[in-house]
């Protein structure tokens, strides 16, 4: 039988095969053979391959994963290995009160421990909805194990009569038709089921599909794994591929480690800027490359990303959904484009063992409707810019779903282009935004920008999707679609708001934002990247010397306390910093 690789001893032999220490070797073994394992299977030095299984019913985005890591056990079998699936801490992005946000560190944790505590020498991580991508590959890093990357895949494109309806992106375009009276609510609710027609995580390119577009770019998926949709045949047989690879990966010693550079990082950004994917992106991969040890500068996002071309025509920066770009050609074909251009470092390594521009041979796309040559975008400057000023040290936008029409309005003024100002409108949170925005003594108007504070880690807890707001229904109702909005949470990856996002730090961490008042005016001026309140600096003292800070709610449970405790801000990734030092764990077998 193999026995270890290249010389090397797995660290699944420390538990099995101690000679030094027969009845604990014992203990270890025996439950296993319960469901067929043998003790000499066990012992013959095969790789033992965790399946980190992130599918159940309270993961209905993931589920797909139950049937797939059956195939996925079919390869680590055929490939000489031994598979032991195991659950890890769920997550759904769209159910969880108050937020899913505070389960991908609660994920990262959970399995930090699972990999180090018991005899695995490699793992598939099992991805598909927003936090269950980088909470694994943070996990990953941390054990650093040779670990690959398996995604479920976007469910098939939803349609509604005779139209193309989005996962998320449907639902925020459907409240404003409520708002205008175009619909009632149960046209509402069927445009929102027929949006999801079957297994699979969203099929926009949201955070879903964006985290697992990142994975692929990252290198740690094999190549075209990201878009093909949950149920197609193709998803199972990369299942099975998958599941071969990591035994593969196991004996040529391939981890994390080896792959997670900071050019990967910067590949990775600029697939989400050429993608228009989701603004969530940038706080994931921020902790993706500070757990994996990479300096990766805030400004990346702007300096590898912004000028780079929107290429891809999905939901929400474009007109179509998942299926479309998998035979299109997925994320290689996007790769391709950049890699051609000379805005992708190819000579990255991948857990195919092959580099980046080795994968991407032959990848060019056939379907340009859908994928853009790079020369001939759908838009130009189409990625991320990162604005500070008075209120915030960090605040990023997405540019490839300012509308034409919000640009004619807010960014097109002769003499001071890309500059506008507004009278900011604040709200305490989602509950005083939706009890009040339709309040007439706001007297909101196209002047105005929608402020929203206590929605970042601390305030919330967690961070919430809640800066995609919409303008007051009567304004809608004129056909008035967008206001400029700002705010210390997220928003939806699956949203096609103009929103300044990720404010850090937010206003319970002390960020400006605490001090603004409604009524204020805000001058944004995208071509210095700067976001001010025009508030004197001794207004400014004054407000913070005689006005209480606004409200922040307590907590509801032990996670949510330790979380507010140890978590930092969203533009640092919203890492617990003390878990960085345990990076390569490894390295060190835990005791018996
Ligand atoms: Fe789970 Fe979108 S809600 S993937
Ligand atoms: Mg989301």
């Known amino acids: 039988m193999t026995s270890d690789s290249g010389g090397r001893r797995l660290r699944s032999r420390d538990w099995f095969d101690n000679p030094d220490r027969m009845d604990m070797t014992a203990l270890y073994l025996e439950r296993f053979m319960n469901y067929g394992i043998t003790p000499e299977e066990l012992r013959s030095g095969k790789p033992i391959?965790?399946?980190?299984?992130?599918?159940?019913?309270?993961?209905?985005?993931?589920?797909?994963?139950?049937?797939?890591?059956?195939?996925?056990?079919?390869?680590?079998?055929?490939?000489?290995?031994?598979?032991?699936?195991?659950?890890?801490?769920?997550?759904?992005?769209?159910?969880?009160?108050?937020?899913?946000?505070?389960?991908?560190?609660?994920?990262?944790?959970?399995?930090?421990?699972?990999?180090?505590?018991?005899?695995?020498d490699g793992v598939v991580l099992t991805t598909g909805c927003d936090k269950t991508t980088p909470s694994q590959i943070m996990a990953a890093s941390t054990v650093d194990i040779p670990a690959i990357v398996l995604s479920g895949g976007p469910m098939l494109d939803g349609w509604h009569e005779g139209e193309l309806v989005g996962s998320g992106t449907v639902i925020w375009r459907s409240r404003r038709k409520l708002a205008a009276g175009e619909i009632d609510e149960e046209e509402f609710l069927a445009r929102a089921t027929d949006s999801a027609p079957s297994?699979?995580?969203?099929?926009?390119?949201?955070?879903?599909?964006?985290?697992?577009?990142?994975?692929?770019?990252?290198?740690?998926?094999?190549?075209?794994?990201?878009?093909?949709?949950?149920?197609?045949?193709?998803?199972?047989?990369?299942?099975?591929?998958?599941?071969?690879?990591?035994?593969?990966?196991?004996?040529?010693?391939?981890?994390?480690?080896?792959?997670?550079t900071r050019e990967a990082f910067l590949n990775a950004i600029a697939v989400v800027s050429a993608c228009g994917g989701s603004s969530n992106a940038q706080p994931h991969i921020?902790?993706?490359?500070?757990?994996?040890?990479?300096?990766?500068?805030?400004?990346?996002?702007?300096?590898?990303?912004?000028?780079?071309?929107?290429?891809?025509?999905?939901?929400?920066?474009?007109?179509?959904l998942g299926e479309r770009f998998h035979r299109a050609g997925g994320v290689p074909a996007i790769m391709w484009e950049l890699l051609q251009a000379g805005r992708l470092y190819g000579d990255c390594p991948t857990c195919t063992g092959k580099t980046i521009a080795d994968n991407l041979g032959g990848r060019e796309?056939?379907?340009?409707?859908?994928?853009?040559p790079f020369a001939d975008p759908l838009m130009d400057n189409a990625g991320f810019l990162v604005l500070s000023g008075n209120l915030f040290d960090f605040a990023i936008l997405k540019t490839s779903v300012i509308s034409d029409d919000f640009r004619a309005q807010y960014l097109s003024h002769p003499g001071a282009e890309n500059v506008f100002e507004a009278r900011a409108i604040v709200f305490d949170g989602s509950d005083d935004y939706h009890h009040r925005i339709n309040d007439p003594a706001l007297q909101i108007d196209e002047d105005c920008i929608l402020v929203i504070r206590g929605s970042g880690v601390i305030g919330w807890p967690g961070s919430a999707e809640v800066?995609?707001?919409?303008?007051?229904?009567?304004?809608?109702?004129?056909?008035?679609?967008?206001?400029?909005?700002?705010?210390?949470?997220?928003?939806?990856?699956?949203?096609?708001?103009?929103?300044?996002?990720?404010?850090?730090?937010?206003?319970?961490?002390?960020?400006?934002?605490?001090?603004?008042?409604?009524?204020?005016?805000?001058?944004?001026?995208?071509?210095?990247?700067?976001?001010?309140?025009?508030?004197?600096?001794?207004?400014?003292?004054?407000?913070?010397?005689?006005?209480?800070?606004?409200?922040?709610?307590?907590?509801?449970?032990?996670?949510?306390?330790?979380?507010?405790?140890k978590t930092g801000q969203l533009g640092e990734g919203g890492v617990m910093e003390f878990s960085l030092k345990y990076r390569g764990t490894a390295r060190k077998l835990p005791r018996h």
């Not at 094999?222 to 949709?229: D, E, F, N, Q």
């Open 49 to 120: 391959i965790g399946i980190a299984q992130s599918g159940s019913d309270l993961s209905p985005c993931n589920r797909i994963h139950i049937e797939l890591a059956k195939r996925t056990r079919d390869g680590i079998r055929d490939a000489g290995g031994i598979p032991i699936e195991f659950p890890v801490h769920p997550i759904f992005e769209n159910c969880r009160r108050p937020t899913a946000a505070l389960d991908r560190n609660l994920l990262y944790l959970g399995l930090v421990e699972l990999l180090n505590g018991y005899p695995l």
């Open 365 to 372: 796309s056939g379907d340009r409707e859908m994928i853009r």
């Open 467 to 565: 800066v995609n707001m919409q303008p007051p229904d009567a304004m809608i109702q004129q056909g008035k679609q967008w206001l400029p909005t700002l705010g210390d949470g997220r928003q939806s990856g699956t949203s096609d708001s103009p929103s300044i996002l990720n404010v850090s730090p937010e206003s319970a961490a002390g960020g400006g934002l605490a001090w603004l008042r409604t009524g204020d005016r805000i001058q944004v001026d995208l071509n210095h990247r700067t976001c001010n309140a025009l508030v004197d600096n001794a207004e400014i003292a004054r407000r913070l010397a005689d006005e209480p800070p606004p409200p922040i709610p307590p907590s509801n449970t032990p996670w949510e306390e330790l979380f507010r405790e």
């Open 199 to 260: 297994a699979g995580h969203c099929n926009s390119m949201g955070t879903a599909s964006t985290m697992n577009a990142v994975a692929e770019a990252l290198g740690l998926s094999l190549t075209g794994c990201a878009a093909i949709p949950a149920p197609y045949r193709e998803r199972g047989q990369m299942a099975y591929r998958t599941g071969q690879r990591i035994v593969e990966m196991v004996h040529a010693d391939l981890k994390p480690s080896d792959i997670l």
């Open 286 to 320: 921020q902790a993706m490359a500070a757990h994996a040890g990479v300096e990766l500068p805030l400004s990346a996002w702007q300096d590898h990303g912004y000028e780079l071309p929107l290429l891809l025509n999905m939901q929400p920066a474009g007109k179509y």
